[in-house]
């Protein structure tokens, strides 16, 4: 049974005019859905990375940390995952029988179709469906879809959704219409990343708020010590995470140059890695050798090796293991029950090292490139390869699966998968109740417009490795090395939906909303609030998080929140109209001073471009100290703190003098009684209240933000 449902749903009620004017996008930057063309991942020399082009048969498929101290997850929440079922069935067929037909059962499914008798037919077509072969996928697509249709007239539409997945997956011809109908069923759903510039905007933006830290960066490069002028892949850690194996084609050989493939290690010094070296032989030799896996311990290898004399294809899986003088023995094949005669390569070892996955393009397959697994059995051997089934694998590439050490997660790159950044793009899947659930598209911190295979995490999900090309050829391949993102995080299973509306109206507002794990650093990719309104994220349960909302015509609002245990939480803002003032963080002069520091610049600089943009809007300032001292001069000093603050932005925003008022109360409104220098900082502040003018109040939406 999978474990139960936590949704913690955020409400956030917002006046229409709150949030702060922020750098914003004009484009949505979301996953592409398409079908793409039926292509290989990789074209030219049979390499142990990338499948060589070749035909099917003709019965295949067409070709400085905010309010929280900075610390690690224990593993109590490290390991706790909200896993839910998305309503795919168990094919029993696929690794058993090519193609299921049964004319006596088609008989009585049309039957029942033509007598109306939708809830027989579903259930007859159900059971038919769920016996399907490989080739059921791309010869019955039709009964796909259908079972879809009719799932969905029983009002089952989890399921119904899973089935029509499959069809847009595995179809072979134009399903235009097909497509165009799941999109509508999606729209409530889908996700609007925003702009990865956009993204860095936000970033520049953040450094200005005491409750953001600056990001660590994303799309790093390895560097030189790592990355050649040749294509460099496949990074494999070992030895707690010290140890780098990767493949490159840097070396050539012979007059001509012909490249060779090979396997090269480094070792993390501090925060840097040595220059590769090649590891020696046996593992390398005068054939290609490449995309490799390491046992935990460090002493088995299992890797690819191409073009050799006892290959069963064109590249066959090997394995070998170092002894206690450090020396590996000669590779072994995996033998003729994993390898084929086509391109067997790019193993990865699950959790408990029982269970090898692996890319192949042998026939049989669903699509141009399928992952395979293979189980070890108790004398030793592997057991027969399998397919990993037609939600994982599509008409399409899948290649270089990568197993979390840690967790049931398996992720691997696709190009057939319905959501796509660009053209390869890495995803993720878990194993829920014996099946795996949809893969889900890790985000734009991750994939961009290019291909990025060989997706490897360390062992405490820190940081991930893969290799990336910027351009949709993969022309030269080179490693990277960042954080890894909330959406690439297998521990990110926890649902945080939210609504943004206004408190008058109550209708969506549109905006930008950012998220930071304030208690690890992780980010989290920004995404455009969805036209109703509605947001959601998945996050790690356990951590606090900070939230960041804006929008084009306003100001921002800040929000602190913590997913704990099983608690469902509400979180509501205060129905805010422009009578409630707005407070900023690093509004703080040095104390008995009042001239303007430069860190509350950016803030003011905003606020003079929202008058600008607004000339109908005024504006009124209020200084407040906190008690100590005599209330006369504290009185005085907010006096001065909010005139200067008045004389800035009308200075900034070149405004007329009767648009903004300014008051200085002293301690005369404190917003805590003073026992802490904690609660005397809150009490020192400045407010801002917005004045709107009555025509203006019933404007509808949050601007024109496309």
Known sequence: MSAPVRRYR??????????????CAQAQHRPSKRIPPATSPSAGKTSAGAPATKPKAANQPATTPGPYQIRSLDGRRARRLRLRRDGTPDFVNINKIAFYEDKKALRAIAKAERRRNYHQARELLERYVAQFGIANFYRNTNLLWRLGQLLERDSQVVKAR??????????????TKVQLYYDSLEKKNEQLYVPLKTYYELVEYRKNLNTFHPPKGVYTSMGDAINSKAADYGPALAGNDSVLLFSSKRKRRGLTGVVDEDLYTSRREGISWT???????????PNNEGSACLSKDGRTIIFARCECATCHGNCDLFTATRGKDGKWSPPKSLGPAVNSPAWDSQPTLSQNEDTLYFASDRLGGFGLSDIYFTHKLRNGQWSPAENAGPVVNTRESEVSPFYHPLYHVLYFSSRGQLLNFGDFDIYKTYRVGGRWQEPKNIGPLVNGKGSEYYFTIDAQSKNLYYARSEAKEINNLDLYSFPLPMEAQPQATTIVEGTLLDSVSSKPLKGIVSIIDTDNGIEVASKFIRPDGTFDF?????????????????????????????????????????????????????QGKSAIRPAMQPTLDRIAVFLVDHPTFRLNIGGHTDASGDPDVNEKLSQDRAEEIRRYIERKGKLKPNRIESFGYGSSKPLKDERTEADAKVNRRVEFRLVKPEADKAVDGAGDWK
Do not use: W
């Open 10 to 23: 955020l409400t956030l009620l917002l006046l229409l005019g709150l949030l702060a004017a922020a750098p």
């Open 162 to 175: 899973a089935f029509y997945r499959l069809a847009l997956k595995h179809h072979r011809t134009d399903i």
């Open 275 to 285: 220059d590769a070296e090649p590891l020696p032989k046996p593992i390398n030799s």
């Open 538 to 590: 998945e996050l790690i349960e356990g951590s606090h998080y900070a939230m960041l909302i804006q929008s084009p015509d306003f100001f921002s609002v800040e929000k602190q929140f913590a997913l704990k245990g099983d608690t469902v939480m509400t979180l509501l803002t205060n129905s805010i109209d422009y009578k409630l003032p707005l407070i900023f963080k690093n509004i703080e002069f040095e």
